[in-house]
């Protein structure tokens, strides 16, 4: 079983839905959550990050962790065409490193 | 401000040939990473390195060797490419400050190999 799992999809939704991303995890070790985004055919690169339960909010995004449940969740709203792209959950582990999920590759239809 | 820059971005390599993949970053970042990308498997870290002169292995590390000569650049080596090599290498830099920071790690754009 791998430490971080993602629903790999693809998810297509229609322009302006509301878009639900989720990551469960095994360790309970595991700190600092983030989100990357990654655009077909580049690197990586961090959406949002947070530490404790509760959620975070940056404009149309929101991440949410659950350390009790071990889930995290990443919120898109008015999701927009410029929003395609696959996201990665990841989260460090005691050592230090970042364990990432499979990605969830994500299609937003005008 | 280029970050972080892979070179090449795409080869094609035939089994048992070598090859570097080179990283640079302008940061001045103290960490470096090294990451394939498979379909399914998501981002798997191969080596890092704390800073100039130290490497140290990740999760899939056999097959591969990695040199930090200077501090912004970190070199990828495969001695005996496979198959199983083939693809998509990602270089990823970060400033860290003890096992808890939470600085982000920032990518490159990649290295597409294929392995014949």
């Known amino acids: 079983q791998k430490e971080v799992e993602q629903d790999p999809g693809p998810l297509s939704v229609p322009e302006g839905a509301i878009v639900s991303l989720n990551c469960t995890y095994s360790n309970s070790a595991f700190q600092y959550f983030m989100w990357y985004r990654q655009y077909s055919r580049k690197g990586p690169e961090l959406l949002m990050y947070t530490y404790s339960s509760g959620n975070k909010e940056d404009g149309r995004f929101t991440a949410q962790v659950d350390k009790s449940s071990k889930y995290i969740s990443l919120f898109i709203r008015d999701s927009q065409p410029s929003d395609s792209a696959t996201y990665l959950c990841a989260m460090k582990d005691p050592g230090g490193k970042l364990i990432f999920g499979q990605g969830t590759e994500l299609s937003v239809k005008p | 401000n280029a970050g972080v820059t892979q070179t090449p971005k795409f080869r094609v390599l035939k089994t048992g040939q070598s090859m570097t993949l080179l990283c640079a970053q302008d940061?001045?970042?103290?960490?470096m990473y090294w990451y394939r990308q498979d379909p399914g498997m998501g981002l798997r870290l191969i080596h890092y390195s704390v800073g100039e002169g130290t490497t140290a292995k990740g999760e899939v590390p056999d097959g591969y060797n990695v040199s930090r000569l200077k501090k912004q650049n970190f070199l990828l080596g495969l001695e005996s490419a496979a198959p199983s090599q083939t693809s998509v290498y990602f270089c990823?830099?970060?400033?860290?400050?003890?096992?808890?920071?939470?600085?982000?790690?920032?990518f490159g754009d990649g290295t597409r190999l294929s392995i014949l």
């Open positions: 990823a830099s970060s400033y860290e400050r003890g096992l808890n920071s939470n600085q982000p790690q920032h």
């Open positions: 940061m001045n970042h103290e960490y």
